[in-house]
Every structure is written in structure tokens, then in C-alpha cells.
């Protein structure tokens, strides 16, 4: 046997035991892709629920607010049609608040003419009893609910 036949079984060898190394290796490699695929997928299947969830609740919420905003427009309109129907009711016992402002006002004058004749006399009276030159000062009850 020769020394060159010896060193070509030595590299054989170590090209067979190379083999089983970078083949356990690709082994290996392709399993920890599969874990990483599998976990992947999961992952994604996972995400898609999580979506999914979020969107019926965010549709849900937003079916709320519809309902939501559709009573508050409808009590809007309301109050707008009592804030009107108290407007006019209003404005209509203005015009009666004036109108008996009137009313009271032309009883008052012919009052307040008599009153105003009857003190006059009755001042001339007292001047006349009296003889003095100078009025009197004298407050009738008409004068004090002016």
C-alpha cells in the first residue's frame, strides 16, 4: 500500500463525513424553516382574526352612533318646534301685556282727571277757609300712585 493511497481514503472519508454534516445541516436548515412557515401562517391567521374582530366591533359602534345621531336629530326638531311654539306664545302676551297696558291706562286718565279736580277744589276750599295766599301741601292717594 502506498502513502497516496492511504491519504485517498483519509479524504473519502472526511468527504463522507463532510456529506452527513452539511446533510444533517440542510436537515436542519429546512426544519427551522418549517417552524418559521408554520409559525408564520399562525401568526397571520391570528392577525386576520384580530382584524376582523376590531372591524364588527368598529360596525357595531358605528350602528350605535347612527342610532345615536338619528334621536338626537329627532329631539333637535323637536325642541326647535317648542322653541317656536314659545316664541309665539310669547309675542302673543306681549301684545296683551300692551294691549291692557292700554286698556289700564285710558280708565287710569279719567281717574286721575277727577282726582286731579277734586283735590284742585278741594285745595281752592282750603285756601278759601284758611285765607292764606300760600297753597297748602297736601298728597292725595292718586298723586301717591303715580
Known amino acids: 500500500m502506498s502513502p497516496g ?11 463522507i463525513g463532510r456529506g452527513r454534516e452539511v446533510g444533517v445541516g440542510v436537515v436542519v436548515n429546512n426544519e427551522r424553516r418549517l417552524k ?24 357595531y ?13 329627532e329631539k333637535l326638531i323637536q325642541l326647535l318646534d317648542c322653541n317656536q311654539q314659545i316664541l309665539q306664545e310669547n309675542s302673543q302676551l306681549k301684545e296683551k301685556v300692551s294691549s291692557l297696558q292700554i286698556i289700564l291706562s285710558d280708565l287710569l286718565v279719567p281717574l286721575r282727571n277727577n282726582a286731579g ?8 276750599r282750603m285756601l278759601k277757609a284758611q285765607g292764606s295766599s300760600t297753597p297748602s ?3 292725595s292717594s292718586m298723586q301717591l300712585l303715580h
Not at 48 to 59: A, F, N, T, V
Not at 62 to 71: F, P
Not at 117 to 124: P, T, V
Open 5 to 15: 493511497n492511504d491519504d485517498s481514503t483519509t479524504d473519502d472519508s472526511r468527504e
Open 36 to 59: 418559521r412557515m408554520i409559525s408564520n401562517r399562525e401568526s397571520a391567521r391570528r392577525s386576520r382574526m384580530r382584524r376582523k374582530m376590531q372591524i364588527e366591533e368598529l360596525q
Open 61 to 73: 359602534l358605528v350602528g350605535q352612533l347612527q342610532t345615536t345621531n338619528r334621536q338626537l336629530s
Open 117 to 124: 279736580e277734586d283735590h284742585n277744589s278741594s285745595a281752592d
Open 137 to 139: 301741601v297736601t298728597i
